[in-house]
């Protein structure tokens, strides 16, 4: 893949002992990326697959690096949906396309410290998301102590074992095998993952894969001038059912169910105290840990849980 230029994202190095993350607060994403870069193709065929991986009905779902908010109206199923990201400018951006109501709740926090009790969640979504992970499966390990038992995880990676790097590799254009589960780093913080690496990190993680889909066959630039969104796009649905025998395409998605005990929920807590670990009561004005006393904000309908970098 060649390098991508996001301008006004930061890569923040952590003082948690945590990897370093990507900051989009100062990027256009959404508009530079999404609405303006010639990517319509891509998001129909996302459409797709999520249509196919997510549950009839849920009740709370957590959205790891939701961005603008560009696929959660695509959650119908859920009664609930919690918006975690690390820029509060990207969330300020969903705010806008969504509104304030109790059916969103905006979370600005790292993925390596999830700041919810354990077992909330009895879905989640990861999309275009673990490609900036350099520890992917201390991230799932995150999630998984969120998750219920039996929760489904709706997960998409960046797939190093694509059919162009297949055939780049055997023309020598360029170094990296696309066989090895070793990790690319294509870009500083955009990472490729083997699929065999993707189903270790899952089940040292207590998840079971269930179904796997692989995505976006048509993403070139020729492709997509010649031919109409819709077309291409249901042209990719009928390849998406592909991915049970074998991954070829630049994204993989995947559903997997959260297995293993969790412990239970307690009741009248949301939140967890990254100080100290203590439940914190649900959307109180002041989120003051009752435990250590740290106290932590809420601006404007967006929670803030990001520790000082």
């Known amino acids: 893949m060649p390098p991508i230029n996001l301008p006004g994202v930061l890569f923040i190095s952590m003082k948690t002992n945590t990897p370093p993350v990507c900051d989009y607060t100062a990027s256009d994403y959404q508009k530079s990326f999404w609405d303006q870069g010639a990517r319509a193709y891509e998001d129909a065929a996302e459409e797709i697959a999520l249509k196919r991986l997510l549950p009839a009905s849920g009740d709370l779902l957590l959205e790891l690096g939701a961005g603008a908010g560009r696929n959660t109206l695509r959650y119908t199923g859920y009664k609930r949906v919690v918006l975690v990201d ?5 969330l300020e951006q ?3 396309r969504l509104g304030k109501s109790d059916q969103y709740v905006y979370v600005a926090a790292d993925a390596y410290r999830l700041p919810f009790v354990a077992g ?3 879905g989640a979504t990861m999309i275009r998301t673990l490609h900036h992970m350099a520890d ?3 991230a799932l390990s995150q999630m998984r102590s969120v998750l219920a038992t039996g929760a489904t995880l709706i997960l998409e990676y960046a797939n190093k074992h694509n059919l162009k790097a297949i055939l780049r590799y055997m023309a020598k254009k360029q170094d990296w095998s696309p066989y090895t589960e070793e990790s690319v ?4 913080l955009n990472f490729d993952f083997h699929p065999k690496a993707i189903k270790r990190w899952l089940g040292e993680n207590r998840f079971i894969v269930e179904r796997q889909l692989t995505v976006s066959h048509f993403r070139a630039g020729f492709l997509k001038k010649l031919f109409p969104v819709k077309f291409l796009a249901a042209l990719d649905g009928i390849f998406q059912p592909s991915g049970k025998w074998f991954q070829l395409t630049p994204s993989v998605f995947l559903r997997a169910c959260a297995t293993g005990k969790t412990a239970p929920v307690t009741k009248e807590t949301f939140f967890k105290c990254l100080e100290c670990g203590r439940g914190l009561p649900e959307f109180t004005a002041n989120l003051r840990c009752p435990g250590c006393g740290h106290a932590w904000q809420q601006k404007d309908g967006i929670y803030e849980f990001r520790l000082d970098n």
Do not use: G, K, M
């Open 94 to 96: 969903a705010q806008q």
């Open 136 to 138: 992917p499966s201390l």
């Open 185 to 188: 780093e294509f870009a500083r």
């Open 86 to 90: 690390y820029s509060t400018t990207q």
């Open 120 to 122: 909330l969640f009895d």
